[in-house]
């Protein structure tokens, strides 16, 4: 049994949860994080010191914790309507998110337009 298919046995056996390692890239900062997922994107950089605005505490409110997806765009689900209704209030283009709504599935890299 190879490694993968393995890992995957031990998560159906004993309900290991099972979260591969990938990295957010942040090509202005010149920074990599290194993440397992499960966290967005606005917490993700506020636990590796990496200052986003934000004023709603994520709640999808305020809007200011906006992030352009550079690369990685199509692995993200898709926006919720709470992240659309924002999105087309602030007039976002298509490859910009909201860090508070949106949670990095594989390897990204993003921006912002003040870093
Ligand atoms: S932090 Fe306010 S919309 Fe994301």
Partial sequence: ???YRYVFYLKAV???QFMP????????????IETEGN?????????????L???????AVCGWCKVQIIRGLESLHPPTN????????????????LACQ????QELSITTTYW
């Fill in 39 to 51: 966290k967005t994107l606005l917490s993700l950089l506020h636990q590796n010191d990496i200052p």
């Fill in 53 to 59: 605005a934000s004023s709603c505490n994520g709640d």
């Fill in 82 to 97: 709470r992240e659309l209704h924002l999105k087309k209030r602030h007039l976002f283009k298509d490859n910009e998110r």
């Fill in 14 to 16: 004993n309900g290991i």
């Fill in 102 to 105: 949106t949670q990095a599935e």
């Fill in 1 to 3: 049994m190879n490694t």
């Fill in 21 to 32: 390692k990938f990295k957010i890239h942040l090509p202005r900062l010149d920074k990599t």
